[in-house]
């Protein structure tokens, strides 16, 4: 079983609609919890950090199950440029160890007009 | 401030071969690392350098070493390369916490082909 499991789409959906993604992560002892983004072609960027208490970034939710181990990212009134992939990243033992990060395999999400 | 640069951008390499990645930031960060993103996979650790001196051994780091030259720069180098080894290389930097991580920024990647 991979550590950090994704959907891996894509997830095609009309501009203005919401979609969401959930991510399941193995490791019950894991502390911190991200979203990154990857554009094409591209390096990926952090999106948002995901706290226990659920955080927004704008038209961004994303929300933390720890008795279920996954985490969920909420898109609200998609925009053309939120097409990209998504990865869901876990710290994996809560100690930092140098920060290693696990990432998942990331969903993709196309936005057509 | 350029963050995390990282040459070459591209190269193809014939079985065998070796060849040096570099990586440098400018961010002042201890940490650093590097992965391989392969179709389906996601990004895999290879090595990481959690402050100058240091380097570990990530999940995948069979075929690959690394050199933690100074506080800005981490080299990964194929000594003898493989297709297996054909992936896309990311170089990454973060602060160091005792605890829980911080944002790794990456940098632009580098395209490998072995043939």
Same mark, same amino acid.
């Given at each position: 079983r991979k550590e950090v499991e994704q959907d891996?789409?894509?997830?095609n959906v009309p501009e203005g609609a919401t979609v969401a993604f959930n991510c399941t992560y &193995?490791? /019950?002892?894991?502390?911190s919890f991200f979203w990154y983004r990857q554009d094409c072609r591209k390096e990926p960027k952090l999106l948002m950090s995901v706290y226990s208490s659920g955080n927004e970034d704008g038209r961004f939710t994303a929300q933390l199950n720890r008795a279920s181990q996954y985490i969920s990212l909420l898109i609200r009134?998609?925009?053309? &440029?939120? /097409?990209a992939t998504y990865l869901c990243v876990v710290?994996?033992?809560?100690?930092s160890a140098g920060n290693m990060l696990t990432f998942g395999g990331g969903t993709r999400l196309m936005v057509k007009p | 401030n350029a963050g995390v640069t990282q040459t070459p951008k591209f190269q193809v390499l014939k079985t065998g071969q070796s060849m040096t990645l570099q990586c440098a930031q400018?961010?002042?960060?201890?940490s650093m690392y590097w992965y391989r993103q392969d179709p389906g996979m996601g990004l895999r650790l290879i090595y990481y350098s959690a402050s100058e001196g240091t380097t570990d051994k990530g999940e995948v780091p069979n075929g690959y070493n690394v050199s933690r030259?100074?506080?800005?720069e981490f080299s990964l180098r194929l000594e003898s390369a493989a297709p297996s080894q054909t992936s896309v290389y990311f170089c990454a930097s973060s602060e160091l916490v005792l605890e829980g991580s911080k944002t790794q920024y990456f940098g632009p990647g580098t395209r490998l082909l072995v043939l």
């Open positions: 891996p789409g894509p997830f &193995s490791n /019950s002892a894991s502390q009134d998609s925009k053309l &440029s939120d /097409s710290n994996p033992s809560g100690i | 400018d961010m002042n960060h201890n030259l100074n506080k800005r």
